[in-house]
């Protein structure tokens, strides 16, 4: 069968973000920690990390990031299908979703569902929702080749958000871990476009890149504090009942260990998607590229960088410096800087690269689509408070029914 009909591209046709306004300075940390503001500058590039407050729990920073993306492409939340929050429940809540809250706090009449993945998760997210999209076009061209793509196909959208509130599972006693890790959530809403630029120029979602190996697991972690827990001394499986259930979720990152082969496994994302996506390395868009690594640490995206023959200025890590790692928060908000600060334009190619526990490690190619977003289309910091407190008051009205 040669379908004869045009078939759409999927593109990122809106970006939001929602960053807890609160830091938490390397000064602060000192008197918390044996540790000194040179160290963690020297050794991580951050200077302080974004904490969410009480008022700001992770459905609520879903729901934020989730209202401003939606703002970013001209959407209300009526206009999504599905909505997938790639995190690491560090939330309140294990059961039910994040997603399906933030949902409820949108107003979305669509299904919604989280997802895992470590600090990939964002990449890994956004690669289902093209999936869901692509699936929708495949089974009607499935069952009717011949028909024109019927509205309901054209106009699903997918919400995609990817972030974690991290400081609320970390000890604070614990310098390996807390000198890095902080909050925040990313979005952007998938679509499909008919666009004549766009069919013409091949912009919008072009592909992604994944792999796992699950024996590095062991090297970064986080118990759920349920189910057979395992003795620290003896490393043997026991159930213990409820006396044994963890109340914190005991972070641990052998950070040195980790350190390697997140810059190998992300070099060798970055080369994967390349190739795979066949760019053309002696093109320009080749060289004008921007990479959104994850940032985990400024050493490592330097590192990375380094094996690329990028200038820094097309790695964007700014990031890491006043937010610390948010772990899968910190591409998918730096897409939505990026977007907002006019770093990309219709053309040029975006490529997300990350790693995390698992560890799983991938990235996604965007040639992207939009122009600078006006300033109608922008959320001020000021209106993403205001946002906040309307989200807390939806949400502190939701958990108050878990008590009635
Ligand atoms: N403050 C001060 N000193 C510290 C410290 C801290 N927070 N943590 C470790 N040190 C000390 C160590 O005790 C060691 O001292 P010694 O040389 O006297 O033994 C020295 O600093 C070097 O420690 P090391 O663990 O080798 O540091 P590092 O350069 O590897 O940096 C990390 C530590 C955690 C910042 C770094 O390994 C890292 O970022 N790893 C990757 C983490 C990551 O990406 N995780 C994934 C999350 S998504």
């Not at 009717?144 to 997918?158: G, T």
């Not at 000890?171 to 008919?194: E, H, M, P």
């Not at 350190?259 to 093109?283: G, L, N």
């Amino acid at each position: 069968m040669v379908y004869t009909q045009q078939l759409p591209r999927i593109i990122i046709s809106g970006t939001g973000s929602a960053v807890p306004p609160h830091r938490l300075s390397n000064p602060d940390l000192e008197k918390m920690v044996d540790t000194s503001n040179d160290w963690i500058i020297e050794r991580t590039g951050i200077s302080e990390r974004a904490i969410s407050t009480q008022y700001e729990p992770l459905p609520v920073l879903g729901a934020v990031a989730g209202h401003v993306a939606l703002k970013s492409a001209g959407l209300t939340a009526k206009d999504i299908g599905l909505i997938i929050f790639a995190n690491h429940k560090s939330g309140t809540f294990a059961v039910p979703d994040n997603a399906t809250i933030v949902q409820y706090l949108l107003g979305a009449e669509c299904p919604a569902h989280d997802q895992n993945g470590g600090c990939t998760g964002g990449i890994i997210a956004e690669s289902a929702g093209y999936n869901a999209l692509a699936g929708k076009l495949y089974a009607h061209l499935m069952r009717n080749p011949e028909e024109e793509i019927p509205h309901d196909v054209l106009n699903f959208k997918v919400l995609v958000l990817a972030g974690d509130t991290l400081s609320h599972v970390l000890n604070y006693k614990d310098r390996a871990t807390c000198i890095l890790l902080s909050d925040g959530v990313g979005a952007a809403v998938l679509q499909f476009s008919l666009d004549q630029t766009v069919l013409e120029k091949k912009y919008g979602f072009l592909g992604c890149y994944l792999n796992a190996d699950g024996s590095l697991g062991p090297n970064l972690w986080w118990k759920s504090g349920v189910g057979p827990q395992f003795s620290s001394v003896d490393g043997n499986l026991t159930y213990g009942g409820h006396e044994a259930q963890v109340k914190r979720p005991d972070f641990h990152m052998d950070g040195q260990v980790v350190f390697k082969p997140a810059v190998r496994m992300m070099t060798e994302a970055f080369e994967k998607i390349v190739e795979q996506e066949h760019i053309d390395k002696s093109s320009p868009e080749y060289s004008q590229m921007m990479i959104d690594p994850h940032q985990a640490n400024w050493r490592i995206v330097d590192a990375v960088r380094k094996r690329t023959p990028f200038a820094p200025e097309q790695v964007y890590a700014e990031g890491i410096k006043k937010y610390g790692n948010n772990s899968l928060g910190t591409y998918m908000v730096a897409q939505d800087e990026l977007h907002v600060g006019g770093h990309l334009y219709p053309g040029r190619l975006l490529a997300k690269v990350a790693f995390g526990a698992g560890f799983i490690w991938g990235a996604d190619l965007h040639r992207w689509a939009l122009n600078r977003p006006k300033p109608s289309q922008i959320t001020s910091d000021a209106e993403k408070q205001a946002l906040v407190r309307m989200y807390y008051s939806k949400y502190s009205e939701w958990v108050s029914q878990l008590c009635a």
